[in-house]
């Protein structure tokens, strides 16, 4: 009997190239019986503690320190040789043998930037040897189009001047489509930036699009939102709801919460309660990173309190980290999960934290990171995943809507395409 064949790799390659905050990052080709990817990888600003590391030169002299010219030698150099010959569509076996060969508990040695990028390479380059779109080779049964959080609001370490909160998102779960989604986001998109100018306000765009203006307060943000929502002709709660990504760690010192716009400095029950007073007030559904990444007990407490209400996800908290989800779950810390390739290293251990997530009913996210590039890989890996959820930004800024413009050409592609799907937080 003849054996199947199999995408054999040939060549491995690596390169620096820009992110979209004009930072190196690391980008992988990979040739597989002919087949040629290439994928590259994202970088985070607002990054947890736990994640894998990302390597970087240190050297001054270029890049401000920031250069990746070690984690691309340590693809070319030391990865590279020791996968030629070997099957890029075993996965799970690939990925093993990037985690023994860096040896590290963190991937320090050869840096995660360096294994992902091959990881990702190694499933594009497979996809097209079987002449497969991403998604479905990932996963065969693959029909759910993710709802976006449109990031439109940019605040904390995301933008220079606005609100404490980091993000705050459109989430347009009325929507009937995919492609009507991202038509009800632009709308009001654009419609917010013609209040803001009306205002004398900045609509200059942070790291993800968002705008960044300088602002009263942190419910003057969800204000504004508000009004723009209205005025593009939407119902507030049933068509478009609210995300917040907080980023809570970037304001937590000396175990209190510093809010630089409100003012106010709170502890752990003073946040919970701030939260409960904005989703008393507002159409919020949705609360990423609502207190430090080491606040275990304040999660628990966060989570009883608004868990049943709304979604509580972990992302500095969890880092998309199989060890750290467990944790999270038997401490009923979290109800959903931010999943970022780049915080674990591998295509195979962001899938086992997402089965993991699946097997104990808690929702999860695909997203992005604030340094991003033109590929789309989270695009495909979003409906391949069928979470029904993705993060991926505003919609200007082309390395945004590059994952946006995947999204609606997977959806022209799926024959029975489903739409708002497993969200049970949506009342």
Not at 38 to 57: C, H, N, Q
Not at 69 to 91: C, E, F, R, T
Not at 128 to 138: A, D
Request: charged share 25%.
């Amino acid at each position: 009997m003849r054996e199947k064949l199999k995408p054999i790799i040939e060549k491995v390659h690596a390169r620096e190239i820009l992110d979209s905050r004009g930072f190196p990052t690391i980008e992988v080709e990979i040739t597989a019986s002919g087949h040629t990817s290439i994928s590259a990888v994202p970088s985070g600003a607002s990054t947890g503690k736990f994640e894998a590391l990302e390597l970087r030169d240190n050297d001054k002299d270029r890049f401000h320190g920031k250069g990746v010219l070690k984690a691309v030698k340590n693809v070319i150099d030391h990865y590279g040789p020791a996968l030629i010959g070997k099957d890029a569509s075993d996965q799970k076996l690939i990925d093993q043998f990037l985690n023994n060969l860096d040896g590290s508990s963190n991937k320090s040695t050869y840096g995660a930037n360096a294994s992902l990028g091959i990881s990702m390479a190694c499933a594009v380059a497979s996809s097209s040897f079987f002449n497969k779109p991403l998604y479905e080779y990932i996963s065969p049964k693959s029909n759910i189009m993710p709802v976006p959080m449109i990031n439109v609001l940019n605040g904390g370490m995301h933008a220079d001047q606005g609100s404490d909160l980091q993000e705050i998102m459109l989430f347009p779960h009325g929507a009937k489509s995919f492609s009507q989604s991202i038509q009800m986001g632009s709308e009001v998109f654009h419609c917010l930036k013609n209040d803001l100018k009306k205002q004398g306000l900045n609509t200059a765009v942070g790291d993800e699009g968002g705008f960044a203006p300088a602002l009263k307060s942190n419910d003057h943000a969800i204000e504004l939102l508000l009004g723009s929502i209205e005025k593009s002709g939407f119902e507030i709660g049933k068509d478009i709801s609210l995300a917040l990504d907080v980023a809570a760690s970037s304001f937590y010192k000396k175990g209190k919460y510093h809010l630089k716009v409100d003012g106010n400095i709170l502890d752990t029950d003073g946040m919970v309660s701030f939260y409960e007073n904005l989703i008393r007030q507002y159409p919020i559904v949705s609360i990423e990173d609502g207190l430090d990444e080491n606040d275990w007990d304040g999660w628990t407490v966060l989570n009883k309190a608004l868990g049943d209400k709304i979604q509580i996800v972990g992302d500095d908290l969890t880092v998309t980290n199989p060890k750290k989800l467990k944790k999270a779950i038997d401490k009923k810390s979290i109800n959903s999960i931010l999943i970022k390739l780049n915080q674990i290293g591998t295509l195979t251990e962001t899938i086992e934290s997402i089965d993991i997530a699946k097997s104990n009913r808690c929702n999860y996210i695909i997203s992005h990171r604030s340094g991003e590039t033109e590929d789309t890989f989270i695009s495909d890996l979003a409906v391949a995943m069928g979470g029904g959820q993705i993060k991926t930004g505003s919609v200007c800024r082309s390395d945004r809507t590059a994952k946006y413009n995947r999204l609606l050409r997977i959806e022209e592609k799926l024959e029975l395409p489903k739409f708002c799907t497993n969200l049970s937080f949506i009342k």
